[in-house]
């Protein structure tokens, strides 16, 4: 076999496992990727490509799998759709079908045209020769649900909004607070938060919230603990005693963070509330409480027992479940079977908080219904999870071993990016009807009004990276987006929830007009906003996509005021982050600013205009800027809360790790003074710049 034929046997073969030999960074400029990246990910999907012989023999084995099979493992098909899917019209004809419709458990006859309940159900295709085929069919509606008339709202990393109510850090009595609030005197239509998934515990725990142990269920660490019933009955002396010396401790640290500049400290905050929950939940369920709990564990089934059982087993053998031993690495061993029983009440205490917190986010959700909010409290789904953590362990079967989920170089990564995160293996997803992803959006359905999903692009396709080597050494695999996004529009309109995607940065041709098409709103940013095909100025209101979540920051950029007086480029520079002379960052960064104020100030809708150098007023400048996001045709118009009292601080410093104290800062006021929500919801400069939507809405 000649190197060129090798070369195009490997490339077939990556074709169809969806793996790719080359992708296209800009329309003009294709990049092929190493032939060391398409045979890990090939191995990685249980492909031997290791040898021409090996690849000649793994591309005869798929062309023949393909040629033979009936059925996809998913077959998708959109209600109203006339067409059909493709996969059923191009059976033989004479093939008969027969469904399984979800939750029933008997077959019936099914004609390809005809209607279909809303689910996933078990198709069988049995040609006329006898040949059979079987597969997951998903019928899904033609749009996911769409916000009830357009509306603003507040974004808030959840840890930053401290009360004093709260135990050093933001808590979900906290949310349910600033919910009520801002619905109530704002006419805030919804409240966007972090991720709340389960972090790996440790010392230091890794604080960003998008790399978590589990996104299946919530993160304990959030709950409010006087809000948990069982707490008002702890009744004896010994109880009520450690419940008082554990608020004081809390109290302390509380005012360590909002008196005395300290950081956000989530390892101290769970101590402190774990000690709490161990004395709370030894009081007895009442009768109406103990059968929600057993409903709750009823509908979550196994995969609440592997979340507590990691968690139990993490207390005694460590967060690194590879470091675990052997016979404990496989979650149905025998061997974790008795550690399970074992460890029964350490399981049953992890499962009892899964459920505190999966209430307390709902009625956090049910007091923004009440307050008016047309959405209610926004959640967001991270990428993926850790390596190391819970998901990884119980669900190894359907992630890549040895690969990591990352982005390619591009303009602003000239390395790319590792984040570290294992990928689902998009056969295995298909051949189960893509069960864990089901799973986890019908979990997170349970207390969202709405779902964001983190680099929303992944639902087409992600950057694989072999585990050791760098950004530059992967390549792109193709996910089944068609049956991603049917399954999203299913599990969303069942819980009549909007889906946001985050589609910044570096988008395959085709992906925003398929995630519009289906009902995904996009994610706009203000400075990202401009005529990038035609002379790059700012893009004027009436030009931004109606589609969208339309915003003038996010948590991974600088706040509106640093970016309007230019702090952020002397953060960067303090911390040795530039590329360049910082005399030229700060001209490229004035002029920018400049760019946009003269725009603002074409618009009218400066009450200052001129008045002096970008950042001279930056307050007015923000609400300017909110005025302008207002006249876009954005359906839903996001504050970043920090910008409501002009904090300049970022939460998070993409880049950096030591140097800055990422997902750690409490919101501030311009001078970095730390304000709890009480003194927040109260601040002049918050309010005046609501009153932006407010007046709006009046007129």
């Given amino acids: 076999m000649t190197a060129a034929l090798a070369d195009t046997d490997l490339s077939r073969l990556a074709e169809l496992h969806g793996v790719a030999t080359s992708y296209r960074p800009a329309p003009d400029r294709t990049v092929a990727v190493p032939a060391s990246a398409v045979v890990a990910a090939l191995t990685a999907l249980g492909v031997d490509a290791a040898g021409q012989g090996a690849v000649r023999a793994a591309l005869a084995a798929r062309e023949r799998e393909l040629r033979e099979r009936l059925l996809p493992p998913t077959v998708v098909r959109w209600a109203g759709d006339p067409r059909g899917p493709a996969a059923l019209a191009a059976l033989p004809p004479g093939t008969r079908l027969t469904v399984t419709t979800e939750g029933a458990t008997e077959d019936r006859e099914w004609d390809a045209s005809g209607e279909l309940p809303l689910g996933v159900h078990r198709l069988t295709a049995v040609a006329p020769g006898g040949r059979t085929g079987r597969a997951h069919l998903v019928v899904a509606p033609d749009r996911l649900p769409a916000p009830a008339g357009r509306s603003h709202g507040l974004l808030v990393q959840l840890y930053s909004l401290l009360s004093r109510r709260s135990w050093g850090m933001g808590d979900l009595g906290d949310l349910a607070e600033l919910a009520g609030w801002a619905g109530r005197t704002a006419g805030a239509g919804f409240v966007q938060v972090n991720p709340l998934h389960s972090a790996v515990p440790g010392a230091p725990t890794d604080p960003s919230p998008y790399r978590p142990s589990s996104r299946r269920f919530p993160d304990p660490v959030h709950l409010r603990i006087e809000d948990v019933p069982e707490y008002a009955y702890a009744e004896e002396a010994e109880g009520r005693e450690r419940l008082a010396v554990l608020r004081e401790r809390a109290a302390r640290l509380r005012a360590d ?307 309007l007086t230019g702090d952020h480029v002397g953060l960067r520079d303090r911390l040795g982050l530039l590329t360049r002379p910082a005399a030229e960052e700060r001209a490229e960064a004035d002029a920018d600013t400049a760019e946009w104020l003269a725009l603002l100030g074409s618009l009218d809708l400066l009450d200052r205009p001129g008045a002096g150098p970008p950042g001279s007023d930056e307050e007015e400048e923000i609400r300017a800027v909110h005025r302008f996001l207002l006249r876009t045709p954005a359906r839903l118009i996001g504050v970043w809360l920090p910008d409501g009292i002009g904090d300049r601080r970022p939460q998070n410093l993409p880049g950096t790790w030591d140097q800055y104290p990422n997902w750690r800062l409490p919101i501030a006021d311009r001078d970095g003074r730390p304000l709890p929500l009480e003194e927040l919801t109260a601040a002049p400069r918050l309010r005046a710049l609501l009153d932006v939507f407010t007046q709006v809405r009046r007129g």
């Fill in 257 to 563: 963070v909002l008196d005395k500049g300290g950081l956000i400290d989530r390892d101290a905050v769970w101590e402190l509330k774990r000690e709490a929950l161990e004395t709370v939940l030894a009081v007895p369920l009442g009768p109406g409480r103990q059968a929600a709990y057993d409903a709750f564990r009823a509908a979550h089934g196994r995969a609440l027992t592997d979340h507590a059982t990691w968690y139990a087993l993490a207390e005694t053998h460590g967060a690194d479940w590879h470091g675990w031993p052997e016979e404990l690495r496989d979650p149905r061993s025998a061997a974790t079977a008795r550690a399970r029983a074992e460890l029964a009440d350490r399981v049953e205490f992890h499962t009892r908080l899964a459920w505190l917190t999966d209430g307390q986010l709902r009625a956090a959700q049910r007091v923004a219904a009440e307050a008016g909010m047309s959405v209610g409290i926004v959640h967001d789904l991270a990428v993926g999870v850790h390596p190391q953590g819970a998901d990884a362990w119980a669900q190894q079967d359907v992630f890549a071993a040895g690969m990591s989920v990352g982005a390619p170089p591009d303009a602003f990564n000239a390395r790319g990016q590792d984040w570290g995160l294992p990928p689902w293996r998009p056969d295995r997803l298909a051949a189960c009807g893509h069960a864990p992803y089901r799973e986890l959006l019908r979990a997170l359905f349970r207390y969202a009004g709405a779902l964001r999903i983190d680099h929303v692009m992944g639902l087409f396709r992600l950057w694989w990276v072999p585990r050791g080597g760098a950004p530059t050494e992967g390549t792109y695999v193709r996910y089944d987006a068609d049956a991603m996004l049917a399954i999203l529009a299913l599990e969303a309109g069942r819980a009549g929830a909007v889906v946001i995607g985050e589609d910044l940065g570096t988008v395959e041709p085709g992906v925003r007009e398929a995630l519009q098409r289906r009902g995904v709103l996009g994610t706009s940013v203000l400075w990202f906003e401009r005529d990038w095909e035609g002379d790059g100025r700012p893009l004027p209101p009436e030009r931004w996509r109606a589609d969208c979540l339309a915003t003038a920051t996010t948590h991974d950029l600088p706040p509106t005021a640093a970016r």
